[in-house]
């Protein structure tokens, strides 16, 4: 059967389904697409869930997928010739793990894989490689929501600066309460270039981390999800700077509540604000002029240097594993250096350390997972608003695909070109809108002057009725007047002529009542 099923052409997978009483929608739906065997074979479970089967009822598309799964397993060697099955070392998601485990591809979750480990024995030569895309189909840019994000950590790390400022007015009395024991503190010597050194190799992994970004397609998602994280953990360091605070760490800082006089003319709150700007346009770095005490718990460079290393390890190619060791070694470096300049206890930087790396994890395996979880979407809008807002239009695993200098400037050229078209159009269509509002307003006047004039028409017209029914009163009243004045034998003839009085009266004159009537 497996050498036959290969060569079989649309009819007679026609009269298989119709055997296997497979539905006929099902049946219409493979003739009108001409499906073979080697199409039969080379189905993926994407397929079923895609256009022309979205249509299908549940119980229809199951007992489909059932019949091609099970065409499937006993066309194992069939499939390996048409190169739809690979070793097995090679696809299975579970092995396929870099040693440095930070790429998180291979942390999908596959459902349908493990129904093809069901399926299939473990033994075989040939294992299953039909399963679905785990990439994004939907890769919206969605700048918009960048700037949301850019927006939240800029706000997240002003309270951070303006908590730095009150834990500071908060610590401990050196003289009453001094540093805690510690293993490692206890046991390497102050190294005071050591925090320089740590500043600096997080400056060189910033620098490598913005590399990338320039040349990574998908910068706008990452970026996004990058400042998304950034946010959430500084503003979780915020809680637990100020919950508990912590003793110095080492006798060699010099670290007292700050003193603020009261005939200053600035409020204590002011100063504090002023002293948060300082710490805020310094980004918390001591080589730039920032000491501040008491934000031990935990470790805010220890959580820059491992999210700068997480998203260049996850977002470049696994074959820059000589990138991928040197961030990783940087990172480390500079955990040391933290710990050697004895600026943060040891658990300051575990908790840091531990607390980073799992929220990108998390957020991470999330993210690419949203397809296989839409029943869990409720929950995960509870616990996890910020990535169901930020990642709403991404379906799968971002792909690692980058753009070379000339691609990105023709696409900024095209941007640059859309928005100027854009600023034009809006430029026009205001102008329109202004003159189509003149004109609007010039017919309105139009209108009511041509209203007025109708108007104005209509009282003339009445008046001239009114003035003709006065001169036709008029002329009636002077003739009856020029009949008082007329003669007798006039008054007959002008009867006569008129016919108002008959012939037979002629003998008699009129009366005056006629005289007036006439």
């Known amino acids: 059967m497996e050498v036959d099923f290969v060569k079989w052409n649309n009819k007679e997978i026609l009269d298989f389904l119709h055997k296997e009483n497979i539905s006929s929608t099902v049946i219409d739906i493979c003739k009108t697409n001409e499906i073979d065997g080697p199409c039969l074979l080379s189905l993926i479970d994407r397929d079923f869930y895609d256009y022309p089967f979205d249509q299908l009822k549940l119980g229809e598309r199951k007992k489909f997928i059932l019949?091609?799964?099970?065409?499937?397993?006993?066309?194992?060697?069939?499939?390996?010739?048409?190169?739809?099955?690979?070793?097995?070392?090679?696809?299975?998601?579970?092995?396929?793990?870099?040693?440095?485990?930070?790429?998180?591809?291979?942390?999908?979750?596959?459902?349908h894989s493990q129904l093809n480990n069901e399926l299939y024995d473990k033994n075989t030569e040939c294992v299953s490689n039909f399963t679905p895309d785990i990439q994004a189909s939907r890769l919206k840019p969605e700048v918009w929501k960048t700037a949301i994000a850019l927006g939240y950590v800029f706000l997240v790390t002003w309270v951070t600066a303006v908590v730095m400022v009150i834990v500071h007015d908060k610590v401990p009395d050196m003289k009453k309460y001094p540093p805690l024991p510690d293993l490692f503190l206890d046991n390497v010597p102050h190294i005071p270039w050591a925090f320089d050194m740590c500043e600096i190799t997080g400056s060189l992994l910033m620098a490598i981390w913005l590399i990338v970004l320039f040349f990574h397609k998908h910068r706008f998602i990452i970026l996004r999800r990058f400042f998304a994280l950034a946010g959430t953990v500084f503003l979780l360091r915020c809680f637990t700077m100020l919950i508990t605070s912590l003793s110095v760490p080492g006798s060699h800082l010099k670290c007292e509540p700050r003193f603020y006089p009261p005939a200053d003319d600035l409020t204590i709150w002011g100063r504090r604000l002023r002293q948060a700007y300082e710490i805020w346009s310094g980004?918390?770095?001591?080589?730039?002029?920032?000491?501040?005490?008491?934000?031990?718990?935990?470790?805010?460079?220890?959580?820059?240097?491992?999210?700068?290393?997480?998203?260049?390890?996850?977002?470049?190619?696994?074959?820059?594993?000589?990138?991928?060791?040197?961030?990783?070694?940087?990172?480390?470096?500079?955990?040391?250096?933290?710990?050697?300049?004895?600026?943060?206890?040891?658990?300051?930087?575990?908790?840091?350390?531990?607390?980073?790396?799992?929220?990108?994890?998390?957020?991470?395996?999330?993210?690419?997972?949203?397809?296989?979880?839409?029943?869990?979407?409720?929950?995960?809008?509870?616990?996890?608003?910020?990535?169901?807002?930020?990642?709403?239009?991404?379906?799968?695993?971002?792909?690692?695909?980058?753009?070379?200098?000339?691609?990105?400037?023709?696409?900024?050229?095209?941007?640059?070109f859309q928005l100027v078209t854009d600023v034009k159009t809006s430029s026009v269509a205001k102008i329109a809108g202004t003159k189509l509002q003149e004109g609007a307003a010039m017919g309105e006047y139009s209108v009511v002057k041509l209203v007025d004039g109708i108007k104005r028409n209509l009282s003339l017209m009445e008046e001239y009725k009114s003035s003709r029914q006065q001169l036709v009163t008029l002329d009636k009243n002077v003739q009856a007047c020029l009949l008082d004045e007329l003669p007798e034998s006039d008054l007959i003839h002008h009867n006569i002529v008129t016919g108002e009085i008959p012939l037979r009266d002629l003998s008699n004159p009129p009366s005056p009542v006629s005289k007036k009537t006439i």
């Open 67 to 111: 019949l091609v799964k099970k065409i499937q397993k006993k066309n194992r060697s069939a499939m390996c010739e048409l190169g739809l099955r690979e070793d097995q070392v090679l696809q299975n998601p579970a092995t396929n793990i870099n040693f440095l485990g930070t790429n998180l591809s291979h942390l999908s979750y596959n459902l």
């Open 283 to 416: 980004a918390g770095m001591s080589v730039r002029g920032v000491r501040t005490c008491g934000d031990y718990m935990f470790s805010g460079h220890t959580v820059a240097l491992t999210l700068l290393n997480f998203f260049i390890t996850e977002y470049t190619s696994r074959s820059l594993y000589l990138l991928h060791i040197l961030t990783w070694v940087m990172n480390m470096f500079g955990i040391f250096f933290i710990l050697a300049a004895h600026e943060h206890y040891s658990i300051d930087v575990f908790i840091a350390f531990y607390i980073t790396s799992r929220l990108f994890l998390y957020y991470h395996t999330l993210s690419n997972n949203q397809a296989l979880m839409r029943n869990d979407s409720s929950r995960t809008r509870i616990w996890f608003p910020l990535l169901s807002f930020f990642e709403s239009e991404v379906d799968g695993i971002v792909p690692n695909e980058y753009e070379g200098p000339m691609t990105i400037a023709n696409n900024l050229r095209k941007w640059l």
